[in-house]
């Protein structure tokens, strides 16, 4: 089973700074994974799927990398509406498709 | 619109059973796969269910083996989950989130599950 790692477990920056997230995957998982947002009393959201590509109607400050065991998602400009908890999640071998524990992003 | 709306949450004794639904529309039901997540509360989200298009491949999650069944209605439009043996840590949210084979593209707003006595 493929363990997926994320860090820093927190991220507090202020508005216009840039976030890079990180991913890591207990074996390969290829490019086939990808990276959630959820807010708050909400449902997670997809950002990025396989690796780098932008989910329909994300915006172009998200952005993702990566391959093999180690994934980076980069927010290049903070937004206040960013802050969330961002989780990476594979799909290279399934089932499960675990979740990572995630990383919470603070706006300052 | 996509929309997926669960229902059936509530609370339920150990030991207890309860059956969740999600309502899709906006696209046709048939042709994705989905899947059941859900999120207790404070912790990460947590991979439940999984079920093809015609539900004819099925996965669970070790946690819900044996005690958890997915199901899906395409006549209906409805996904399901029918959740036996329930102990405390079932306890969460539980969101149907549709798969387009690369990730969950979209999700309901979630069904909440108290598992107490």
């Known amino acids: 089973e493929i363990v997926l790692t994320q860090s820093p477990a927190t991220l507090s920056l202020s508005p216009g700074e840039r976030a890079t997230l990180s991913c890591r995957a207990s074996q390969s998982v290829s490019s086939y994974l990808a990276w959630y947002q959820q807010k708050p009393g909400q449902a997670p959201r997809l950002l990025i799927y396989d690796a780098s590509n932008r989910a329909t109607g994300i915006p172009a400050r998200f952005s993702g990398s990566g391959s093999g065991t180690d994934f980076t998602l980069t927010i290049s400009s903070l937004e206040p509406e960013d802050s969330a908890i961002y989780y990476c999640?594979?799909?290279?071998?399934?089932?499960?498709?675990?979740f990572g524990p995630g990383t919470k992003v603070d706006i300052k | 619109e996509v929309q997926l709306v669960e229902s059936g949450g509530g609370l339920v004794q150990p030991g207890g059973s309860l059956r969740l639904s999600c309502a899709a529309s906006g696209f046709t039901f048939s042709s994705y796969e989905m899947n059941w997540v859900r999120q207790a509360p404070g912790k990460r989200l947590e991979w439940v269910s999984y079920?093809?298009?015609?539900?004819?491949?099925?996965y669970y999650a070790d946690s819900v083996k044996g005690r958890f069944t997915i199901s899906r209605d395409n006549a209906k439009n409805s996904l399901y989950l029918q959740m036996n043996s329930l102990r405390a840590e079932d306890t969460a949210v539980y969101y149907c989130g549709r798969w387009d084979g690369k990730g969950g593209d979209h999700w309901g707003q979630g069904a909440l599950v108290t598992v107490s006595s």
């Open positions: 999640q594979q799909r290279s071998n399934w089932p499960p498709i675990p």
């Open positions: 079920i093809s298009s015609s539900g004819s491949t099925i």
